[in-house]
């Protein structure tokens, strides 16, 4: 476990910041950008927290400590020093995913048309968060492309972008509140 004893230690005032095997990279490092993308996607989950309780609290809280999982994996470089032993994302994490949006969606409404962010304000949360985890997934291709990550990184990120859609509608009453958009509709 992590033990933080100091919050601020000056270490990043001059533009850089500690990797996981404690080499140093400026702070707008596509690596660090890539991390912090999945923090903010994290964040996003906090706030749609606030509006959900049972299975699907429960289903957000193991996400939001499976981000971490995934922050610390991408804060590792594979070719880095401390590469093993280090946490990484596993495929069960992905499947469990696959596996939680495969039971929501199966008791939702088939949909008509595409979906506008909306309706409860815990389904309106998780949109804001398919929008940033997006990112975070476009983030990690690019680093992908530039270094050696876990490819499961962007897999999952792929998975729970999906997952916060279908959760979204499960919370719009199965997806009877959904907002869907009306192509044209004010012209």
């Given at each position: 476990?992590?033990?933080?004893?100091?919050?601020?230690?000056?270490?990043?005032?001059?533009?850089?910041?500690?990797?996981?095997?404690?080499?140093?990279?400026?702070?707008?490092?596509?690596?660090?950008?890539?991390?912090?993308?999945?923090?903010?996607?994290?964040?996003?989950?906090?706030?749609?927290?606030?509006?959900?309780?049972?299975?699907?609290?429960?289903?957000?809280?193991?996400?939001?400590?499976?981000?971490?999982?995934?922050?610390?994996?991408?804060?590792?470089?594979?070719?880095?020093?401390?590469?093993?032993?280090?946490?990484?994302?596993?495929?069960?994490?992905?499947?469990?995913?696959?596996?939680?949006?495969?039971?929501?969606?199966?008791?939702?409404?088939?949909?008509?048309?595409?979906?506008?962010?909306?309706?409860?304000?815990?389904?309106?949360?998780?949109?804001?968060?398919?929008?940033?985890?997006?990112?975070?997934?476009?983030?990690?291709?690019?680093?992908?492309?530039?270094?050696?990550?876990?490819?499961?990184?962007v897999q999952y990120l792929n998975r729970l972008s999906d997952?916060?859609?279908?959760?979204?509608?499960?919370?719009?009453?199965?997806?009877?509140?959904?907002?869907?958009?009306?192509?044209?509709?004010?012209?």
């Open positions: 476990m992590v033990t933080l004893t100091k919050i601020y230690t000056r270490g990043g005032d001059k533009g850089e910041t500690s990797l996981g095997d404690g080499s140093r990279i400026a702070k707008h490092d596509l690596r660090v950008d890539a991390y912090g993308c999945v923090d903010e996607t994290n964040a996003t989950i906090g706030l749609a927290r606030l509006h959900t309780e049972g299975e699907m609290d429960v289903m957000l809280e193991r996400i939001q400590n499976d981000l971490f999982d995934l922050g610390a994996d991408l804060c590792t470089p594979q070719d880095g020093r401390k590469n093993e032993g280090a946490l990484r994302i596993v495929a069960e994490q992905v499947t469990r995913l696959e596996s939680e949006i495969d039971r929501m969606n199966d008791e939702l409404e088939a949909l008509t048309s595409f979906v506008l962010p909306g309706g409860s304000p815990a389904a309106s949360y998780l949109h804001l968060c398919r929008t940033v985890c997006r990112r975070a997934e476009r983030l990690c291709s690019e680093l992908a492309s530039r270094e050696t990550i876990n490819p499961l990184c997952h916060a859609f279908v959760m979204a509608r499960y919370l719009n009453g199965k997806g009877k509140s959904d907002v869907l958009w009306k192509p044209g509709a004010h012209r």
